[in-house]
């Protein structure tokens, strides 16, 4: 069965810190990860794919086949990055999201 | 165009009676999916589509849920004798898809369904 877990459903760090939102996957085969971004009252949307292996809004998100892992990461986080993050697998499997708030 | 849309946005409705939602794509996107949010989870899959055909449909939550998109172009989602479990946000997106390859999916705004 495909599955992602994310498993923090809050996430809460100061501005400046760095910042890891965590997300495990179960699927044999090779996987297309995601990871979506639902700011306040917005719709949700694309934050970043594993295959073009680009740093979105200064966030990276490493696939590790090994570990089954495709963690978020950003070193500096800002105020603006408060919101909800889902990762997502194989186009139709979302973890349950985490919300993060940055602390001015 | 101005993305992904659905109507209505909100829907409150009384238990045992049928709900029609309605999404428009991007024009350009040949794919079209159906998802169940509900509060502190994930979207949930429900369906998709391939122009008009309707290629997944077996995680449709049951029976009383259909889906349609009868020209390749706007879709809609459909319950019957609705229940108060099924009370949540409805979301629909949209993509491209050509060759095998998965491509990004553009949300819409999503339906709350309440059912009192």
């Known amino acids: 069965a495909q599955r992602v877990t994310q498993p923090e459903k809050l996430l809460s760090v100061f501005k400046g810190a760095p910042v890891e939102l965590k997300c495990n996957y179960s699927?044999?085969?090779?996987?297309?990860l995601f990871w979506y971004v639902q700011y306040s009252r917005q719709r949700l949307q694309l934050l970043l794919r594993?295959?073009s292996r680009e740093s979105i809004k200064g966030f990276t998100a490493d696939l590790n086949k090994g570990e089954t892992s495709f963690h978020l990461k950003k070193p500096f986080a800002q105020e603006e990055d408060s919101a909800m993050y889902y990762c997502?697998?194989?186009?139709?499997?979302f973890g349950t999201g985490t919300s993060l708030t940055v602390i001015p | 165009d101005t993305g992904v849309s659905q109507d209505p946005r909100h829907k409150i409705t009384k238990r045992g009676q049928n709900v029609t939602f309605r999404c428009d794509p991007i024009?350009?996107?040949?794919?079209l999916y159906w998802y169940r949010q509900t509060l502190g989870q994930g979207p949930e899959f429900l369906t998709y589509?391939?122009?008009?055909?309707?290629?997944?449909k077996s995680r449709l939550l049951s029976d009383r849920f259909s889906a349609e998109r009868p020209k390749g172009s706007f879709s809609t989602l459909e319950i019957q004798r609705t229940e108060q479990g099924d009370s949540a946000m409805y979301l629909c997106?949209?993509?491209?898809?050509?060759?095998?390859?998965?491509?990004?999916?553009?949300f819409g705004p999503g339906t709350r369904l309440t059912v009192t």
């Open positions: 997106a949209s993509s491209e898809q050509l060759a095998g390859a998965i491509y990004e999916q553009y």
């Open positions: 699927y044999s085969g090779s996987p297309e």
């Open positions: 594993h295959i």
């Open positions: 997502a697998l194989n186009q139709f499997y």
């Open positions: 024009s350009e996107h040949n794919r």
């Open positions: 589509f391939q122009n008009e055909a309707q290629l997944e």
